[in-house]
């Protein structure tokens, strides 16, 4: 994996934290409506899954996920970079939501390269 800076570091953990949070949002609120959730769910765990195999590269901390849930997750993840990637070309230069957007595109793509990395070991 590439050499990341600790603020890179730290802002790609709380970018997926906050992703994590927001599915598991949009999740409670969907179940309650009682519509289709399995995207959400989905989604869900692909994010979950890149932010722990963040945490294993950067901090060497353990895993348990197969490589089938690798190579899912890898899908999802890659499967959501061009919709961020739109919705960042909409924004506003120099706007909040274009700094979330950055930095959301960035924590994506690391977690994408430690699934590779792991994935190839």
């Known amino acids: ?3 990341v800076s600790n603020v890179v570091k730290l802002e790609s953990i709380k970018s997926l934290q906050s992703t994590i ?10 179940t309650q409506k009682g519509v289709n959730t399995t995207l959400v769910k989905k989604r869900l765990k ?3 899954i890149g932010f722990i195999m963040l945490e294993n590269v950067w901090n060497q901390s353990p895993h348990s996920y197969t490589q089938e849930d690798l190579e899912e997750a890898h899908k999802i993840l890659t499967g959501l970079l061009p919709t961020i990637e739109n919705s960042y070309g909409r924004s506003k230069a120099g706007s909040p939501q274009r700094t979330l957007l950055e930095r959301r595109i960035k924590a994506l793509e690391l977690a994408i390269q430690a699934i590779d990395d792991i994935s190839n070991k």
Not at 21 to 30: D, G, I, V
């Open 1 to 3: 994996m590439e050499n």
């Open 46 to 48: 692909a994010v979950s």
């Open 21 to 30: 949070s927001k599915l598991e949002n949009a999740l409670a609120q969907m």
